[in-house]
């Protein structure tokens, strides 16, 4: 059956680098696109940035600069990097499956990172 | 970037037909995509297109809209209900999500 996994480290400092990784089973990456959202406690989710089937990459404008998405299919894994990370990082992290352009029908359960010394 | 704007808020008592609604800064076709979430859960798809019910959904879930003013239906409410609701688009890079409606059921 089709999951997602999200890891990474649960506590960065700040003005380093946050690395996640989205582990998936049930389907190709090569089929579906892939996107991460991040949820502030309390607030609304905000999407971050996409891996599209076809390999080719969008990211939130406010945060371009500071990102970046890969994949490797051989080990059917997503990986989301965003540097100098600020307390207002911190958030639950999802990543999520769609058809290109299409709603995400599956969603991990989430990492939680906090931003903090 | 596209905005999208919704209403904070809305209560509503069961049996009541409610619609939430969803409005972009400019056209969007039919890209808009709809969840639910509950506290402590990953957002869950209701409705894609605009007016496509994901499989699994009750009907009693609908979507509507195309170009700039989209609605989520929900007819009959139930308690369950409870929950924010977002909307999303995929018409316009990047993608973006509206700022949620919280549904309480009196």
């Known amino acids: ?117 | 970037d596209t905005v999208l704007t919704q209403s904070p808020a809305l209560a509503v008592s069961p049996g009541e037909r409610v619609t939430i609604s969803c409005r972009a800064s400019e056209s969007v076709s039919t890209g808009i995509h709809w969840y639910q979430q509950k506290p402590g859960q990953q957002p869950k798809l209701l409705i894609y297109g605009a007016s496509n019910l994901k499989s699994g959904v009750p009907a009693r879930f609908s979507g509507s809209g195309s170009g700039t003013d989209f609605t989520l239906t929900i007819d009959p409410v139930e308690a369950d209900d409870t929950a924010t609701y977002f909307c999303q688009q995929s018409w316009n890079d990047p993608l973006t999500f509206g700022s949620g409606t919280k549904l309480e059921i009196k």
């Open chain 1, 1 to 117: 059956q089709v999951q997602l996994k999200e890891s990474g480290p649960g506590l960065v400092q700040p003005s380093r680098t946050l690395s996640l990784t989205c582990t998936v089973s049930g389907f190709s990456l090569t089929s579906y696109a892939i996107s991460w959202v991040r949820q502030p406690p309390g607030k609304g989710l905000e999407w971050i940035a996409a891996i599209w089937s076809g390999g080719s990459t969008d990211y939130n404008s406010a945060l371009k600069s500071r990102l970046s998405i890969s994949r490797d299919t051989s080990k059917n894994q997503v990986l989301l990097k965003m540097n100098s990370l600020q307390t207002e990082d911190t958030a639950m992290y999802f990543c999520a499956r769609s058809e290109d352009y299409g709603g995400s029908d599956y969603w991990g359960q989430g990492v939680m990172v906090t931003v903090s010394s």
